[in-house]
């Protein structure tokens, strides 16, 4: 797998089909990191995660790409202090989906 620590990212909107705005942009910070999330009173461990520090509040969802505009991850959640993402090989993966370019 390429390193991509370090590398800045941007949370894409994608305002047509040939255009795409970057809402944020940021580093990550770490690529293989276990983290837990609180959901509801309830503790969820996600491992293998893409910790950067770039989003908002309500920006679950998003895709992050490199500035190339490569997919690297989906946002899932955050805080003040850091943003995590899915590597996006494994939600296409679990998904069985594939990206087009």
Do not use: C, P, W
């Not at 990550?28 to 609180?38: F, L, T």
């Amino acid at each position: 797998m390429e390193k991509i620590t370090n590398q800045v990212v941007a949370e894409a909107l994608k305002l047509n089909e040939d255009e795409l705005l970057a809402k944020s942009t940021g580093k990550i910070k770490d690529a293989s990191a276990s983290v837990k999330v609180n959901y509801d009173n309830q503790t969820a461990l996600f491992r293998d995660q893409i910790l950067t520090t770039m989003s908002q509040g309500g920006d679950s969802g998003s895709l992050v790409l490199d500035m190339k505009a490569r997919a690297v991850g989906l946002l899932f959640a955050g805080s003040e202090q850091v943003t995590i993402l899915n590597h996006i090989n494994e939600v296409l993966r679990l998904l069985d989906i594939e990206l087009a370019y």
